[in-house]
T-cell receptor, first 115, second 113 residues
Framework: AQTVTQSQPEMSVQEAETVTLSCTYDTSESDYYLFWYKQPPSRQMILVIRQEAYKQQNATENRFSVNFQKAAKSFSLKISDSQLGDAAMYFCAYRAMNRDDKIIFGKGTRLHILP | DAGITQSPRHKVTETGTPVTLRCHQTENHRYMYWYRQDPGHGLRLIHYSYGVKDTDKGEVSDGYSVSRSKTEDFLLTLESATSSQTSVYFC????????????FGPGTRLTVT
């Protein structure tokens, strides 16, 4: 069965600094998607970034980028120039490419931004 | 933002009463999902639907049923609510095969006393 593990329940970073959130996953599939979702205090789940496993190039979205290591089954999120609005719970998630049922979520990392 | 609404947004109910949560979408997406979110567990899939009248179970389906009579509506029913079903419930939608993203509704906080 596929699993997603986020080993850091909470992290803190100074405003304007860079922070990296870790995620590892386990799967026997070769084709899949990986995601980072952000959940601010409003509770809304917001897709931050997506990575297709067949792509070697790491995905980037403005200040957000990932380090995707397929062999190591590692998918970390780097947030550059951290802003107060980045404070949220971040979930790493996995979805097999040819399936349309669930996304498997990690348990989340709560990110605090220190002014 | 994807057009997904959930109703009610908050509900308090007593143990043993039936509860129905509604998810409504305006995107005409084929797939719809119900998740629950609990501290320390992330989000877990309850049921999902891959078309009108087509549904299947997720990993935590016991005590829940669903129905989908129209593309835009997906109902989650707790036949007899228990305190263990106190949670935040999220609906999500997806276009279907080959489309990876799921888009989430705003969530419903359910408290069973």
């Amino acid at each position: 069965a596929q699993t997603v593990t986020q080993s850091q329940p909470e992290m803190s970073v100074q405003e304007a600094e860079t922070v990296t959130l870790s995620c590892t996953y386990d799967t026997s599939e070769s084709d899949y998607y990986l995601f980072w979702y952000k959940q601010p205090p409003s509770r809304q789940m917001i897709l931050v970034i997506r990575q297709e496993a067949y792509k070697q190039q790491n995905a980037t979205e403005n200040r957000f980028s990932v380090n995707f290591q397929k062999a190591a089954k590692s998918f970390s999120l780097k947030i550059s120039d951290s802003q107060l609005g980045d404070a949220a719970m971040y979930f790493c998630a996995y979805r097999a490419m040819n399936r349309d049922d669930k996304i498997i979520f990690g348990k989340g990392t709560r990110l605090h931004i220190l002014p | 933002d994807a057009g997904i609404t959930q109703s009610p947004r908050h509900k308090v109910t007593e143990t043993g009463t039936p509860v129905t949560l509604r998810c409504h979408q305006t995107e005409n997406h084929r797939y719809m999902y119900w998740y629950r979110q609990d501290p320390g567990h992330g989000l877990r899939l309850i049921h999902y639907s891959y078309g009108v009248k087509d549904t299947d179970k997720g990993e935590v389906s016991d005590g829940y049923s669903v129905s989908r009579s129209k593309t835009e509506d997906f109902l989650l029913t707790l036949e007899s609510a228990t305190s263990s079903q106190t949670s935040v419930y999220f609906c999500a939608i997806s276009e279907g095969p080959g489309r990876s993203e799921q888009y989430f509704g705003p969530g419903t906080r359910l408290t069973v006393t």
